[in-house]
């Protein structure tokens, strides 16, 4: 079957997936995004379960999303995905949010990597069907959002949790969550930080992979008006070496 | 539209809510069924959706669930509910998962109640719709795992873990949501015994809301070979004081 360039995709803000204000937690529509992301190129040849017993994998090394509204509890929501550019070693995946009557909710942007499952080494992207995402390539669809930025931190971080990660933290490939980060970062914030404070943007960037057992620490530094830059470290439960496994960013603003 | 006393929902085990053996969490079955239970009583006018305008609302009070086999990753799977009995402030809710071709993987057990969320006492469950839950209980449909059992537990019980809930424990109601529970007693075990150990049979009881920002402490018991009794108390932050607010039992069997 011939494929679009973009793909739309339906999904429901479970109620459960909801916070305390009624509207669909951030990790959750993370997670539709990497879903998105997954059918769309499992559709169209180049997914994680034609790539697995290829001895490669996607790996998501940076993700953005920012909102105007978020979705509330039972309300049917797409997410349009496309590839916007792809390197040797590396593709930028946009995304675009929209609720059930058509109006524009946010947008994400995502950079991914293939990697060979067994060296841990980047792998050419265009050697899946003869550079088959090319085909695939939208340049102008609008996204209109900033891209990942460098989040640039200094000393003033603090310190302000230490987490041991344990067996619900571990995805398929034995690697700490790609979402469970998103989780852990906005649990930094007290609850009732949300009931005045909309989560306007947020960005991750993933440095290293952590391990289930690893014990990660969060460095929090505030950068702007609601804007706070965070480092995640691993470290052996019985080793002090800390070594940088993903860095993030929160921007809210007052509701 | 006519309904029928059984509803039956298809759902996917999503990647990324698979663990590391490549099978869905319990977490996340445990919320396809709370789905499911949802959207049953939802279609046949005493769901959350009527009853929330109304100030009543459902309250989960048991859950168990025990499986034969857990869906693999992009498996398709059914979730198939039904009413077994009503009370006055109590009803039965069963599950039968199965898989794509038919076959049985496990069956759920709950017990739910209705409450005035402003008095957040028991309400009559018969009072709505003159009784229309009634109309669908079917007393006769195959659920052949045991009910909830309770949980006995002696002085044995040794802390084991204590945690801070945070923004993602809080579900809309305010309080810790039920699946994070499930969660959360799943870690008290290191991610190596689920290598060596299947979960076939979990269950829990809910006694008291927490809420977020409480610290639950988990205190663990051994009462037979691969059976595990958890008792959760909440105290607030400041306060030693703690009171019982779940019991659960995970049962493994060796793989």
């Not at 105007?68 to 590839?83: A, I, K, L």
């Not at 675009?96 to 524009?104: Q, R, V």
């Given at each position: 079957?011939?494929?679009?360039?973009i793909a739309k995709y339906k999904f429901l803000a479970e109620p459960f997936h909801c916070d305390y204000s009624n509207h669909l937690f951030m990790g959750h529509l993370g997670n539709h995004l990497l879903n998105a992301a997954d059918f769309h190129s499992t559709e169209r040849g180049f997914g994680m379960?034609?790539?697995?017993?290829?001895?490669?994998?996607?790996?998501?090394?940076?993700?953005?999303?920012?909102?105007?509204?978020?979705?509330?509890?039972?309300?049917?929501?797409?997410?349009?995905?496309?590839?916007?550019?792809?390197?040797?070693?590396?593709?930028?995946?946009?995304?675009?949010?929209?609720?059930?009557?058509?109006?524009?909710?946010?947008?994400?942007?995502?950079?991914?990597?293939?990697?060979?499952?067994?060296?841990?080494?980047?792998?050419?992207?265009?050697?899946?069907?003869?550079?088959?995402?090319?085909?695939?390539?939208?340049?102008?669809?609008?996204?209109?959002?900033?891209?990942?930025?460098?989040?640039?931190?200094?000393?003033?971080?603090?310190?302000?949790?230490?987490?041991?990660?344990?067996?619900?933290?571990?995805?398929?490939?034995?690697?700490?969550?790609?979402?469970?980060?998103?989780?852990?970062?906005?649990?930094?914030?007290?609850?009732?930080?949300?009931?005045?404070?909309?989560?306007?943007?947020?960005?991750?960037?993933?440095?290293?992979?952590?391990?289930?057992?690893?014990?990660?620490?969060?460095?929090?530094?505030?950068?702007?008006?609601?804007?706070?830059?965070?480092?995640?470290?691993?470290?052996?439960?019985?080793?002090?070496?800390?070594?940088?496994?993903?860095?993030?960013?929160?921007?809210?603003?007052?509701?």
């Amino acid at each position: 079957m011939e494929q679009t360039k973009i793909a739309k995709y339906k999904f429901l803000a479970e109620p459960f997936h909801c916070d305390y204000s009624n509207h669909l937690f951030m990790g959750h529509l993370g997670n539709h995004l990497l879903n998105a992301a997954d059918f769309h190129s499992t559709e169209r040849g180049f997914g994680m379960n034609y790539l697995m017993p290829r001895h490669k994998t996607w790996v998501l090394s940076r993700l953005v999303i920012e909102m105007d509204e978020m979705p509330s509890s039972y309300d049917d929501f797409y997410v349009e995905t496309w590839v916007e550019s792809a390197m040797r070693y590396f593709t930028s995946r946009n995304y675009a949010i929209s609720a059930a009557d058509g109006h524009m909710l946010g947008y994400g942007r995502s950079v991914w990597a293939m990697i060979d499952t067994q060296s841990r080494q980047p792998t050419d992207i265009f050697s899946i069907h003869d550079g088959a995402i090319n085909n695939y390539i939208d340049k102008d669809y609008p996204c209109p959002i900033a891209s990942p930025s460098r989040v640039k931190m200094g000393d003033e971080a603090v310190k302000v949790m230490e987490l041991k990660t344990r067996y619900n933290d571990v995805d398929i490939n034995g690697h700490i969550n790609s979402v469970k980060y998103i989780e852990h970062v906005l649990d930094l914030f007290p609850v009732d930080w949300y009931k005045s404070h909309f989560l306007k943007r947020f960005e991750i960037a993933y440095v290293a992979e952590a391990h289930g057992g690893d014990v990660l620490t969060f460095y929090q530094e505030q950068t702007a008006d609601g804007a706070y830059c965070i480092r995640i470290t691993k470290r052996a439960d019985d080793d002090a070496t800390e070594t940088e496994v993903a860095r993030g960013k929160a921007v809210f603003i007052e509701k």
